[in-house]
């Protein structure tokens, strides 16, 4: 298997300005989860989607954020109109959900963001 | 809402000493449970997990952690730690009930291991 991966690895913007990151799952995987991680803090949900459909948000998924996963291969995260809060490492994990007792979530390098 | 906590924040061990970092999470129902390292640089690697059946669960590089249902725990312990276990370990809880399977994680132990 290739893991996950994210791009970018790391981007710096400016207060206002959008940003997209991508990300690829793992070949086969029908889950694809987002995640925030601020610094000293452990990753907190934002979204997951099961093949295309994206079946849940958090509360921490303001409207400037939107995701989507066209095909159910590869995904994107967006933010619009970026907050200095916004500044944080965002994660991807993938995982095959056959069922609850085997679901396993693999994560991505992230995709560290600066906001300025 | 379910939460996880992890009790030290930082632990400062020297090499071959035994390790025992805590857990706890505050879901009554059945859970999922799982341990997440993230060494320096790289993204977070799965290091055990348990769904059911035997408490004691062995993981990569030596790991074990225990389930206790009764105290709503899960720590991680390794007999003897090597300076290369230098990294931040996360503990990780989903339930049964959770249809998305979300993670909740802990805020997270950062390990350092002297030579």
């Known amino acids: 298997d290739t893991g996950v991966s994210q791009n970018p690895r790391h981007k710096i913007t400016k207060r206002g300005q959008n940003v997209t990151f991508r990300c690829d799952p793992i070949?086969?995987?029908?889950?694809l989860y987002w995640y925030r991680q601020t610094l000293g803090q452990g990753p907190e949900f934002l979204t997951y989607?099961?093949?295309?459909?994206?079946?849940?948000k958090s509360r921490l998924l303001s409207d400037r954020f939107s995701a989507e996963r066209p095909k159910g291969s590869f995904s994107t995260l967006e933010i619009q109109r970026t907050e200095q809060g916004d500044s944080a490492m965002y994660l991807c994990?993938?995982?095959?959900?056959?069922?609850?007792?085997?679901?396993?979530?693999?994560f991505g390098p992230g995709t560290r963001l600066t906001v300025l | 809402a379910q939460s996880v906590s992890q009790h030290n924040h930082h632990v400062i061990l020297s090499e071959a000493a035994s390790l025992e970092l805590g857990c706890n999470y505050s879901?009554?129902?059945?859970?999922?449970l799982f341990w997440y390292v993230q060494y320096p640089g790289q993204h977070l690697q799965l290091l055990l997990k348990?769904?059911?059946?035997?408490?004691l669960v062995k993981g990569i590089k030596g790991f074990e952690a225990e389930f206790i249902k009764s105290k709503f725990s899960f720590n991680l312990r390794k007999p003897s730690v090597q300076w290369s276990d230098t990294a931040e370990y996360f503990c990780?809880?989903?339930?049964?009930?959770?249809?998305?399977?979300?993670?909740?994680f802990g805020g997270g132990t950062r390990l350092m291991v002297k030579p």
């Open positions: 994990a993938s995982s095959l959900r056959r069922d609850a007792s085997t679901d396993t979530q693999y």
């Open positions: 070949s086969e995987h029908n889950r």
């Open positions: 989607f099961q093949n295309e459909a994206q079946l849940e």
């Open positions: 879901y009554g129902g059945t859970v999922n």
């Open positions: 348990y769904f059911s059946g035997d408490p």
């Open positions: 990780a809880v989903t339930h049964s009930n959770n249809a998305g399977n979300m993670l909740t």
